[in-house]
C-alpha cells in the first residue's frame, strides 16, 4: 500500500430542505388551515478514525466531498426528509488544518473518535408554524440553510513510542524487521526506506510497544534536504528515540559526527524534539575491527555523560539488553505522564457540598449568627398547633 501522510480536501455538508406554504383540502372541512411541512435537516460531514488504516491514500485522488442535502416539507403536515450523515475514515494520528488560515482544527488519536467537520444546514419552517389569531392563512415559509464549507489540510503523524532516528543506510529497517513482525525493504544502498514503517515490540510478561522506523535523515533535512521535513514530523509523537550509528560509515562520515548533525537537525525542525530522551545504540557490531571503535566511542560519549550501547542487528547480538532499556524509559515516561495527568485534576477546584466535614466548613462570625426570638405561651401554642396533623374523621360502620 502506498503512504501518504498529507491531504489537501475541501468538504460540503447538506442544504437544508426548504420549508412549504401548502392547506388543507378535505370535504367537509371548510377553512382547514395550513398543513405545510417542514425541510429536512442537511447531512454533516463526519471523520471517524479506524485503526485500520495507516496511510490518507483515499483522500489522495478524490479530492472534494459533499453530504447529501435535505429534502423539502409537503402538505399535510409531512416533514422532509433529512440528508444522512457523510463519513469519512481516518487513520489514527491525524490532525486537521484550516487550508486558508493553517489553524489546528482537531488532533484524532482514539479508535472510533469522531468530530463534525461541517455541519449541515437547518431545514426551512413551513407555513403551520407561522399561523396565528390574525393571520390564519399564512403564505410564507422559510428557506433551508445553507450547510458549512470549508477547505482542510490532513496531516498524518503516526503514534508510536519508540522512534529510530539515523542516517541512511546505519540499520534502521534490519532492527525492526528483528524486533517486530514488519518487513520493510532491505537493501545495501542509502534511502531503501522510502516511507515511515511501524511495528509492534511483543516482550515476555504481556509488555509491548510501537516502534516506528522513520526514513533516514541527513544535514539540511529540517529545510528539506533528502526526505527533509516530510518525515520529521512523524518524531513528535515519540516518547523515546533510539539513535542509531554506523560502526563502518562510509568516507566523510564519522559516528560521533553523525549523532551531532541528527541531533542538530532536531533542534532546528523542533526544539522540544532534541530534548527528548535518546538512547544510543552503535550498531553492525558483527563486523570486524569494531571493538576498538566500540571503546573509543563509549569513552566519548562517556564524556558527554551519554550511556552508549551496543547491538548487531543482523545477528540479534545485544537487541533483547536493548529492548529492555527501551521499556525502563517508557515506563518512567508513561509514569510522569500520569502524574501530569493526576497533577491537572487535583489542581482544579472543588465545590462545596453538604457532605463537606464540619472541619473543612467556614466557621460563622457573630455577626452572621441569628438568635431565635422568644416566644410567647400563645404564640407557643399556635406553632404547636399547626404542626400538630389532624386526626381523620371515623367512617360510619355499615349494618
Known amino acids: 500500500m502506498q503512504f501518504v501522510d498529507q491531504a489537501l480536501i475541501r468538504v460540503k455538508a447538506g442544504d437544508g430542505g426548504k420549508g412549504v406554504v401548502a392547506f388543507r383540502r378535505e370535504k367537509f372541512v371548510p377553512k382547514g388551515g395550513p398543513s405545510g411541512g417542514d425541510g429536512g435537516h442537511g447531512g454533516s460531514v463526519v471523520l471517524e478514525v479506524d485503526e485500520g488504516l495507516s496511510t490518507l491514500l483515499d483522500f489522495r485522488y478524490k479530492k472534494e466531498y459533499a453530504a447529501p442535502s435535505g429534502q423539502s416539507g409537503s402538505n399535510k403536515d409531512k416533514y422532509g426528509r433529512g440528508g444522512d450523515d457523510l463519513v469519512l475514515r481516518v487513520p489514527p494520528g491525524t490532525q486537521v488544518h484550516d487550508q486558508v488560515t493553517g489553524e489546528l482544527i482537531v488532533d484524532l488519536h482514539a479508535h472510533g473518535e469522531r468530530f463534525v467537520l461541517a455541519h449541515g444546514g437547518k431545514g426551512g419552517r413551513g407555513n403551520i408554524?407561522?399561523?396565528?389569531?390574525?393571520?390564519?392563512?399564512?403564505?410564507?415559509?422559510?428557506?433551508?440553510?445553507?450547510?458549512?464549507?470549508?477547505?482542510?489540510?490532513?496531516?498524518?503523524?503516526?503514534?508510536?513510542?519508540?522512534?529510530?532516528?539515523?542516517?541512511?543506510?546505519?540499520?534502521?529497517?534490519?532492527?525492526?524487521?528483528?524486533?517486530?513482525?514488519?518487513?520493510?525493504?532491505?537493501?545495501?544502498?542509502?534511502?531503501?526506506?522510502l516511507v515511515p514503517n511501524l511495528g509492534m515490540v511483543r516482550l515476555h510478561g504481556e509488555r509491548s510497544f510501537v516502534v516506528a522506523d522513520i526514513p533516514g535523515l541527513i544535514e539540511g533535512a529540517h529545510a528539506g534536504a533528502g526526505l527533509g521535513d516530510r518525515f520529521l514530523r512523524h518524531v513528535e509523537r515519540t516518547r523515546v528515540l533510539v539513535h542509531l550509528l554506523d560502526a563502518q560509515a562510509g568516507p566523510g562520515r564519522a559516528p560521533l559526527r553523525d549523532f551531532d548533525a541528527i541531533n542538530r537537525e532536531l533542534a532546528l525542525f523542533d526544539p522540544a524534539l532534541s530534548k527528548r530522551t535518546q538512547l544510543v545504540v552503535l550498531n553492525k557490531t558483527d563486523l570486524p575491527d569494531v571493538e576498538s571503535l566500540r571503546k573509543k566511542l563509549s569513552a566519548s560519549f562517556a564524556r558527554r555523560k551519554i550511556r552508549l550501547l551496543a547491538i548487531s542487528a543482523a545477528t540479534g547480538e545485544g537487541v533483547p539488553a536493548l529492548l529492555e532499556e527501551i521499556w525502563k524509559v517508557i515506563v518512567e515516561q508513561r509514569r510522569a505522564a500520569r502524574a501530569l495527568v493526576t497533577e491537572a485534576a487535583l489542581s482544579v477546584p472543588k465545590l462545596s457540598t453538604a457532605a463537606e466535614p464540619m472541619e473543612s466548613r467556614p466557621v460563622a462570625s457573630s455577626a452572621d449568627l441569628v438568635r431565635p426570638k422568644k416566644l410567647t405561651p400563645r404564640a407557643r401554642s399556635a406553632r404547636t398547633a399547626s404542626t400538630t396533623p389532624l386526626k381523620k374523621p371515623r367512617r360510619p360502620r355499615e349494618h
Open 129 to 193: 408554524h407561522f399561523a396565528s389569531s390574525t393571520d390564519r392563512a399564512p403564505r410564507r415559509s422559510e428557506p433551508g440553510l445553507p450547510g458549512d464549507e470549508r477547505s482542510v489540510r490532513l496531516d498524518l503523524k503516526l503514534i508510536a513510542e519508540v522512534g529510530l532516528l539515523g542516517f541512511p543506510n546505519v540499520g534502521k529497517s534490519s532492527l525492526i524487521a528483528r524486533i517486530s513482525a514488519a518487513r520493510p525493504k532491505i537493501a545495501d544502498y542509502p534511502f531503501t526506506t
